[in-house]
């Protein structure tokens, strides 16, 4: 029987590759031909927006798929964390403190919505849908009552401003959005440390598996959580804080990031960091291929790949049962 479900289970993956690799590969041998610098710029712009993706996805991830707790204001954390490092870089000059500021912030925000308000919601998942839904519209509004609708975005701090030269085939790239690459790696690999080599993250499954028993062994499971929502809700803000360099921060990019997050967590598989980043990889690199070859479908082949995963792997690529 056990056999059996992995075959299975293989079956599915393979088809699942065939599905999306079969395609891509013809593509990508037809655009190299065509036009090689346009493919790499084109691929590198990919990659970069997704490592954003996948740092907002990454606290998403551990809310929503380890957690099980619905928190649809993840976006407004973003957005939070953007504003406040965009205010505290003008005021201070450095970007690193602009970071911290951006993580911190969102982190205490996502810490008293947990400690307030879900955390005596725990398993009703509908309730967490429509009160996160109210907490977002909120924060939004409290947002763009201060800030307004104008369009704010950041500098590069001072030593990733201008572009890398030289560089074969393309020549030139922008360093800023080439280290967001490295962010990106940086992140999953931290992340992933915390959950599969330490006690923490040991703790955190376990709670996850079975709540009551961690608490008969005499964890604060509360407070466990608690540490957990806040550091999604701080992922959140360190995207907010990349992306209003990148790509702006204005009223309405909220909602483009959790929607983004929604796809990358369940194309990925919930709860799994690796599929957090396999389903930014793809969700970026359609996005970034889709306008740059087809940009009037470039939206439906967003929505054609998360439809294709899910045909084949109900719970994402590398997702498993609950």
């Not at 466990?224 to 806040?230: I, Y």
Request: net charge positive.
């Amino acid at each position: 029987m056990g056999a059996r479900r992995v075959t299975r289970r293989a079956r599915s993956l393979l088809a699942v590759w065939l599905l999306v690799g079969g395609p891509v590969a013809v593509f990508s041998i037809w655009a190299l031909v065509e036009n090689p610098r346009l493919y790499v710029v084109t691929l590198l712009n990919g990659l970069t927006l997704a490592s954003l993706y996948f740092i907002v996805a990454s606290g998403f991830t551990l809310v929503f798929g380890l957690m099980r707790n619905v928190n649809l204001a993840h976006g407004s954390l973003y957005l939070l964390g953007g504003y406040v490092g965009y205010v505290v870089a003008a005021r201070t000059g450095w970007w690193p403190v602009a970071l911290g500021a951006g993580f911190l912030s969102a982190a205490i925000a996502g810490l008293a919505i947990q400690w307030l308000i879900l955390r005596h919601m725990q398993g009703q998942e509908l309730r967490q849908t429509m009160v996160t839904i109210g907490l977002s519209i909120v924060i939004a509004d409290i947002l763009l009552w201060v800030f307004t609708g104008q369009v704010h975005q950041m500098e590069a701090p001072s030593f990733l401003q201008g572009p890398i030269r030289d560089i074969p085939l393309i020549r030139a790239y922008s360093a800023y959005r080439l280290s967001l690459l490295f962010m990106g790696i940086a992140i999953g690999v931290l992340l992933w440390l915390l959950l599969n080599r330490t006690r923490i993250g040991a703790m955190i499954r376990a709670g996850v598996d079975d709540r009551g028993m961690l608490s008969a062994a005499g964890v604060n499971v509360n407070l466990l959580f608690a540490f957990t929502f806040a550091l999604g809700a701080g992922l959140a803000g360190i995207g907010g804080v990349i992306g209003a360099v990148e790509l702006s921060m204005v009223p309405g990019e909220d909602t483009r990031l959790l929607l983004a997050s929604l796809i990358v967590v369940i194309v990925g598989g919930m709860g799994s960091v690796v599929g957090a980043a396999l389903g930014a990889v793809i969700l970026g690199l359609a996005e970034t291929f889709g306008l740059a070859y087809a940009p009037t479908y470039s939206v439906v082949l967003t929505f054609l790949i998360l439809v294709g995963v899910l045909a084949f792997r109900p719970r994402g690529i590398l997702g498993k049962a609950a």
